[in-house]
C-alpha cells in the first residue's frame, strides 16, 4: 500500500479542514469530468452537504482539480 500524498489543506467555514490527498485529487478528477453532483461530490469526500463541496471547490486550484493523479504526482516529484 503506498503512501497518501497531502497536496494541500482547506479550511471551510465550517470549521472543517480537508485534506487534499491522492484519493481526494482522484474524486475532484472524476467531478470535473462527469455529471457527478455536489451531492455525490459531498458523500464521496465526506462532506456533510453541497454547501460544503461548493465551498471547497471554490477554494481548490482549477489546475489540481483538472491534472490526472499520476501527472500531478510526477510534476510534484520533480518539483515543476
Given at each position: ?18 485534506d487534499i490527498n491522492d484519493d481526494a ?8 469530468r462527469t455529471q457527478m453532483t455536489l ?27 483538472w491534472t490526472p493523479l499520476p501527472i ?9
Open positions: 500500500m503506498s503512501e497518501q500524498t497531502s497536496y494541500m489543506k482547506i479550511k471551510l467555514s465550517t470549521g472543517k479542514e480537508v485529487v482522484k474524486i475532484l478528477n472524476e467531478y470535473v451531492e455525490e461530490l459531498a458523500k464521496n469526500l465526506g462532506l456533510s452537504g453541497w454547501e460544503e463541496a461548493y465551498e471547497l471547490i471554490k477554494q481548490v486550484p482549477a489546475w489540481i482539480m500531478l504526482k510526477k510534476m510534484i516529484s520533480s518539483g515543476s
